[in-house]
Structures are given as C-alpha cells and as structure tokens.
C-alpha cells in the first residue's frame, strides 16, 4: 500500500483559488437553503383548480424529477470515491456538498408531493426512454467507477451525469416548470424550491464541466470521447421530449411544446461548445476558471 500523503499540513496547503475550492465555499454560503421551510399551502390550493390534463402535465414533471434525484444521489457515490482515490482533496470537499445537495433535491419533490396530497404510485410517468436513461445508463456508468477508474470511465461518467442528467434533461425541465408554473402564476412555493435547485445544479454542472475540462487538457483524445457520447445520447433526451408532449401542439398551460424542444438543443450545443474551450488550454488555466464562464450562479 503506497503511504499516504497529508496535503493541508504540507507546504502545498489548500489549493484556495482552484476552481472546485472556490465552488465548495460557494456551496456553503448558498446550498443552505431547507426544503421543510418551503410553504405548499398556497401550491395546495392551485393544485384543486387544475384540470385532470394540467395535472398529469405537473405530475409527470414532478415524477420524473423525484425518481431522477433518487438516482442521481444514489449514482454519485462511486465518483466521490474515484475522485479521492486520485487524492484530488478540494474536489472531493465540493464533492460532499454537491452529494447532500442532491438528498436535498429528493426530499424537496417528496414534500411538494405530499403537500398536494400526491401520494400514489406515479411510476407510470417513467416512459420507456426515461427508464432507459435513469434505470440503466445512469447507474451502469457510474457502477463501472467502483472498479475502473481511468480517465475514460471518470469521463464517461461525468458526460452521464452532469452534461446529460444535469446539463440537459433537468435545465429542459426547469424550463418546463418555468413555462407551465410562472406563466400561469401558480404554485409558488414549487417554483421557490425549482429556483433553489437550479442555482445548485449550476455547481453541479460547473464542477462536471471543470472535471471535462480537466480531463481534456490531461489527456486530448478524451475530447473526440466525450463528443462521441454526447452525439450517442442526444436523441434520448429529444425521444423523451416527444413523450411528454405526446403530439401535442399546445400544452396544458397553452406554452408551445416546440420551445422545450429548441431549449434541449440548445442546451446540447452550448454543452460542447464550453468543452471545446479546453482544447489547447493549460492546466493552470483551467483551474483558474471563473464560475461565471462555467454558468455557475
């Protein structure tokens, strides 16, 4: 067994201006927020003037977010640990964080459930294209970090997670909540909780870009790797798009269904586009990266 090394009580110390070192302070002044604080009562009453359509539309939103942050908070552990198996110790800090961020996200969904008096099985909203993502890809790519750790399989991962899980399909889906919820002036202390999420998937999402980024400048060929995967998931998130709108021309709450269709689009090319910037980067440099240039609120 190769002899461990203390960083923070070396000359090295803590690596204070890196990029995942400034996410991990972010994350303790901002990812405070409670999900038990959030008041329902005024979402409680909204929810018994919905129609049965308007209802199925938020039910499947909610549903498929529920079952989506008990799989990501199951699915994260393996990365944590490939992440200090290198000894990378200011993103395994961010990493701890970004973990009881996602148990937040779960019990958030739960309790707006509950408040509704939601409490039956809504598996059914877990479309074929939806299982195949969260039920198989998901958990089979980070599984495969508990044995293999190479640069491949990390990004891999991250590609799964937070490009594809967090980059796209949940920004599509906040987009959704926006477009029924805030248009229509409804449920509130949903929108409240959806607000708090995003800016905390906006770590999650910088950290996943910094760690591609990262990667790409250690190890060029990765970025032709990751690009290939994107391209291998996009008509996943495009098929589950078609699901929920289900033919449709207008939505329940009259938004247009061919917006969150452009909005996953567009959310696929500015994914890629923030890798490329890696290629030809120095390592100090990504480092160096301003939350802002990663989208980080």
């Given at each position: ?51 049965a359509e308007q209802k199925s539309d938020i039910l499947r939103l909610i549903s ?98 937070n490009m594809f899980v967090e980059g796209v399909l949940a920004e599509t889906g906040y987009f959704s909540f926006y477009q029924a ?117």
């Amino acid at each position: 067994m190769e002899k461990r090394k203390i960083l923070t009580t070396s000359s090295r110390g803590l690596l204070e201006e890196s990029f995942p070192y400034r996410l991990f302070q972010k994350a303790k002044k901002l990812g405070t927020w409670n999900p038990a604080d959030i008041d329902f009562s005024q979402d409680k009453r909204d929810w018994e003037t919905l129609n049965a359509e308007q209802k199925s539309d938020i039910l499947r939103l909610i549903s498929q977010f529920q079952a989506g942050e008990e799989a990501v908070t199951l699915d994260l552990l393996p990365l944590i640990m490939a992440i200090a198996k290198e000894g990378r110790l200011e993103e395994e800090m961010f990493l701890t964080t970004f973990l009881y961020e996602e148990a937040k996200h779960t019990e958030f969904f739960r309790l707006a459930l509950n408040a509704i008096g939601e409490r039956g099985d809504l598996s059914h909203f877990h479309t074929e294209t939806y299982q195949k993502i969260f039920y198989e890809i998901l958990p089979t790519t980070m599984e495969r970090l508990v044995t293999d750790q190479s640069p491949e399989a990390i990004a891999e991962a991250s590609v799964v997670y937070n490009m594809f899980v967090e980059g796209v399909l949940a920004e599509t889906g906040y987009f959704s909540f926006y477009q029924a919820l805030e248009t229509a002036g409804i449920m509130p202390g949903l929108l409240v909780g959806v607000g708090n999420l995003k800016k905390d998937e906006s770590r999650h999402i910088g950290y996943g870009t910094f760690l591609l980024q990262r990667l790409i400048c250690e190890h060029p060929h990765l970025f032709d790797f990751v690009a290939a995967k994107m391209m291998e998931l996009t008509p996943l998130a495009l098929r589950l798009n078609e699901e929920g709108i289900g033919g449709r021309e207008v939505s329940a709450f009259g938004g247009n269904p061919e917006e969150v269709m452009q909005f996953t689009m567009k959310q696929l090319g500015v994914r890629m586009e923030v890798l490329a910037r890696a290629k030809g980067k120095r390592i100090e440099e990504i480092y160096r990266t301003s939350e802002s240039e990663l989208g980080v609120f």
